[in-house]
Structures are given as structure tokens and as C-alpha cells.
Antibody
């Protein structure tokens, strides 16, 4: 069974940094594109970032471009999201999501990790 | 930046049929948008029901189907069950390597 487990969330002050991780099990991690999606409290879903299977191409939403960096370590089956210059509006549950192909076919979601940006 | 539109709320009777739609501010939704549909129940992570417009995962109940309809993507639920009450989100891919979610549809089975 494929499982994605996010970690690294927590409380951080505005302007601070945090690194989220997403560990995968039950799957050959290196074959699939991966996404980060977030959901602010009581709000809808927002696509944050995407990385191709080999890490060669990345995408960022305008709201996080220049502040967040997505990366992956295929040897360890881990996806990362380095978040810096955090703002109160970055407060959300962050989910990692796996594709079944490189660019398309989103399938399995993690359970999410909560990031709270507050002074 | 594209805006993806969904009905804010819909109601369906148990056993009934309902169609949720997903539109794009840039024009007609087509197969190149690789439309996804997700179901989210309170306190849970979303679950992917449909990918690439009409493909189902192994866990997708047969009563859900995805299609293109009148320039929009559509999710049809045939034979609604009480457990289908949830929020439903669509996601579209755009060819400048962007993905945008719709605002979600709250489906009530009543």
C-alpha cells in the first residue's frame, strides 16, 4: 500500500523559515511527479508547488514564488518544501500528493502537516 | 491567472443523480486541462476520485464518472449515497505549467 507521511509543520513567526518533508513508502518514488497542496483554515485547496520525477522541472504558485523551494531525494524517498519569509497567510495544512505518471495522474494524498505563522 | 469556477453548493436526494461542473475563465475546458476531481470530508485529507478528465482510481466508487460537457468538465454522481456528502474540488492544468483549483462544491445528500 502506498503511503505518504508529511512532517515538519509547526508554529513559526512571520518572516521565519520551516522545512516540510514527505516520506513515501510502498512505491518506487523516483518514477512519479509530486505536488504540494495547501488548505488554509476553513478555506479551499490551493496548489503550491510541483516537481518532476527527476527533479529537473519545478513549478510554484505566484503566492509562494521566490519564497518556497521544492526538492526531492529519490534515494531516500523524501519530498521537501523549504519555506522562508513566511507570512500569516501561509498558515495552512500542507499536503503532499503523488502522481501515477510524471506530469499527470494525481492519486495518493498524505494526511497533511499543519503550519501556523503567527507572532 | 486563470479562475476555475464550481457551483458553491448542490443538493441531491438519496439515490438521485447530480452533475457538478468545473469551468475555466480562459475558455472551454478540454482534455489538455487533465481535469481532476477530489472529494474531501470534514477533518480528512482530500481523496482523488477522477484524473485526466475521466479516469478512475481503484478506490473510486463506480457511481462517480468524469466527462467534458458543454465546455466544462463534469463530475456525475449516479445513485447518491449518504456517504457522498462532502466537498468536491476540481483542479485544472494549464499549459504554462500551472494548476488551479476551483473553489469547491459542497454536496448535500438530503
Amino acid at each position: 500500500e502506498v503511503q505518504l507521511v508529511e512532517s515538519g509543520g509547526g508554529l513559526v513567526q512571520p518572516g521565519g523559515s520551516l522545512r516540510l518533508s514527505c516520506s513515501a513508502s510502498g512505491v518506487t518514488f523516483s518514477s512519479y511527479g509530486l505536488h504540494w497542496v495547501r488548505q488554509a483554515p476553513g478555506k479551499g485547496l490551493e496548489h503550491v508547488s510541483f516537481i518532476t520525477s527527476n527533479g529537473g522541472r519545478t513549478y510554484y504558485a505566484d503566492s509562494v514564488k521566490g519564497r518556497f523551494t521544492i526538492s526531492r531525494d529519490n534515494s531516500k524517498n523524501i519530498l521537501y518544501l523549504q519555506m522562508s519569509s513566511l507570512r500569516t497567510e501561509d498558515t495552512a495544512v500542507y499536503y503532499c500528493v503523488k502522481n501515477i505518471y510524471d506530469w499527470t495522474g494525481m492519486d495518493v494524498w498524505g494526511q497533511g502537516t499543519t503550519v501556523t505563522v503567527s507572532s | 491567472q486563470a479562475v476555475v469556477t464550481q457551483e458553491p453548493s448542490l443538493t441531491v436526494s438519496p439515490g438521485g443523480t447530480v452533475t457538478l461542473t468545473c469551468g475555466s475563465s480562459t475558455g472551454a475546458v478540454t482534455s489538455v486541462h487533465y481535469c481532476y476531481w477530489f472529494q474531501q470530508k470534514p477533518g480528512q485529507a482530500p481523496r482523488t476520485l477522477i484524473y485526466d478528465t475521466s479516469n478512475k482510481h481503484s478506490w473510486t466508487p463506480a457511481r462517480f464518472s468524469g466527462s467534458l460537457l458543454g465546455g466544462k468538465a463534469a463530475l456525475t454522481l449516479s445513485g447518491a449515497q449518504p456517504e457522498d456528502e462532502a466537498d468536491y474540488y476540481c483542479l485544472l492544468f494549464y499549459n504554462d505549467d500551472r494548476w488551479f483549483f476551483g473553489g469547491g462544491t459542497r454536496l448535500t445528500v438530503l
